[in-house]
């Protein structure tokens, strides 16, 4: 098999352990919500990101889905008084772990406070940063996850082995397309223009990395301490440290 010319990554479970996110990322976000929220309801990302919420709200199959306030509807009008109606519905997303675009954006501007001020600093894997200074020597590196682009960003700016984004050529969250498209991974191929046959998929999840097959992409199943074992990997290839890679 040809060496890649781009390499694709995962977080959660590929660059980063899955208790960084469940046990540091995810309860910071849910314990400021309320008040970035209240203090930054002018913001007009915030306010779009609102409308956005509202949007994937009046598309929610489940029954059990909480009520989201009409003034949050109407977020992109700059009512007042939604706070209460979207944060319900935000922690209700959070505790299924559900993919909203909105989420992981509002997630996204609530962590960078984080970062910026000391209080978050993201943990990767030891072999991460040699292997990504080992293939930028003669290939691209990019990222896509379900986070934001800028949650991305931020988790590999202030990293445990400092500033690696220097060494990132591209990111992609779900605005490209759910990860268990394919048609998200032939996206990603022709933004980064590269053949998908040159191009090679990192992730923890099975179903990700059969979408990214389909669209004619390599494959590695990432193993890695705390992650949920895999009875069937569909003959992806596993792997279990990036140093050989």
């Not at 203090?39 to 909480?66: I, K, S, T």
């Not at 690696?164 to 933004?191: C, E, H, M, N």
Request: hydrophobic share 45%.
């Amino acid at each position: 098999m040809m060496q890649p010319k781009l390499y694709l990554l995962d977080v959660e479970g590929t660059v980063a352990p899955i208790s960084f996110v469940t046990e540091q990322l995810f309860p910071y976000a849910r314990a400021h919500f309320a008040a970035f929220l209240t203090q930054n309801f002018n913001q007009p990302a915030v306010r779009a990101d609102l409308a956005l919420l509202a949007e994937e709200h009046r598309a929610e199959a489940d029954p059990g889905v909480p009520p989201i306030s009409t003034a949050c509807r109407r977020a992109a009008n700059g009512l007042p008084g939604f706070v209460s109606g979207s944060i319900a519905y935000v922690l209700w997303l959070m505790d299924r772990d559900r993919k909203s675009t909105a989420l992981k954006s509002l997630q996204g501007t609530i962590w960078k406070a984080g970062y910026k001020t000391g209080e978050l600093r993201s943990t990767l894997f030891p072999d991460v940063p040699e292997a990504f200074a080992r293939w930028s020597q003669s290939a691209r590196i990019a990222i896509y996850s379900s986070g934001s682009v800028e949650a991305q960003q931020l988790l590999f700016r202030y990293s445990n082995f400092g500033d690696l984004t220097p060494l990132i050529a591209g990111y992609f969250d779900t605005r490209v397309g759910p990860k268990q498209a394919s048609a998200s991974y032939a996206a990603i191929a022709t933004a980064m223009n590269v053949a998908p046959q040159d191009a090679q998929f990192f992730s923890d999840t099975v179903s990700e990395l059969d979408a990214a097959r389909e669209a004619g992409w390599q494959t590695r199943l990432v193993i890695r301490p705390g992650n949920a074992a895999i009875d069937d990997a569909h003959e992806h290839a596993r792997l279990e440290t990036f140093d050989a890679g």
